[in-house]
């Protein structure tokens, strides 16, 4: 079945540095995607998304990046904080029904 | 805080025995959807309402399984005859037709 994949596991970052979270997708027709941010015990927490018909899309602090060319989706997040703290999940949409599909996620751990 | 909100938070239960869980969505939100997650993975779809129809469910809602949203506000979601295997989070989201989906906290589920 199709799925999204993260590049990495985990991520180590020192506070005030940018981060660089990347996630492959495999579905051409996927036309909306999303990031999420989970801390542990808690549910999925939207962070920014992005539609097909655009390649950049800037939220407070971070960045979301699509390439369509070579099915790639990257978050960026500026100056890390000890709060960005968390497990990433890129998703993508596949139909007009809503199902997300999640990839496994990358643990973005910040060194003060 | 999303304003999904999920009960109970954790369940314990002997295998065998059967659970329901329970989702308040954001009250204006047409749409539900279920959601599992096991440790270290992505939440995988489980099933979706728009209003009170079910429209969609993922190969993985066995026939034990059993999702209802009534009035088209809350939803439960039943699991009979509980495997050990069933052990995982249980998400609820919402969303305003195919928007972004808003994640309540889980209900976590531990089959002895």
Redesign the interface.
């Known amino acids: 079945g199709e799925s999204v994949g993260l590049h990495l596991p985990t991520l180590s970052v020192q506070e005030g540095d940018n981060s660089i979270i990347n996630c492959a997708y495999s579905n051409s027709a996927s036309d909306?995607f999303?990031w999420?941010k989970q801390e542990s015990?808690?549910?999925?927490?939207?962070i920014i998304?992005i539609r097909s018909n655009m390649d950049k899309r800037q939220g407070q602090r971070v960045t979301v990046l699509l390439n369509k060319t070579v099915k790639h989706l990257s978050l960026q997040i500026a100056a890390t904080q000890p709060g960005d703290s968390a497990v990433y999940?890129c998703?993508e949409?596949l139909d007009?029904?809503?199902?997300?599909?999640?990839?496994?996620?990358t643990t973005l751990q910040v060194k003060p | 805080d999303t304003g999904v909100s999920q009960n109970p938070r954790h369940k314990i239960t002997k295998r065998g025995q059967n659970v329901t869980f329970r989702c308040d969505p954001i009250s204006e939100h047409n749409r539900l959807y279920w959601y599992r997650q096991t440790l270290g993975q992505g939440p995988e779809f489980l099933t979706y309402f728009q209003n009170e129809a079910q429209l969609e469910k993922s190969r993985l809602l066995s026939d034990r399984f059993s999702a209802e949203r009534p009035k088209g506000s809350f939803s439960t979601l039943e699991i009979q005859r509980t495997e050990q295997g069933d052990s995982a989070m249980y998400l609820c989201a919402s969303s305003l037709s195919g928007n972004e989906q808003f994640f309540g906290p889980g209900t976590r589920l531990t089959v002895l």
Request: charged share 15%; glycine share 22%; no cysteine.
């Open positions: 909306y999303i999420y015990g808690k549910g999925p927490q939207f998304d999940f998703a949409k007009n029904t809503g199902k997300l599909i999640f990839g496994q996620g």
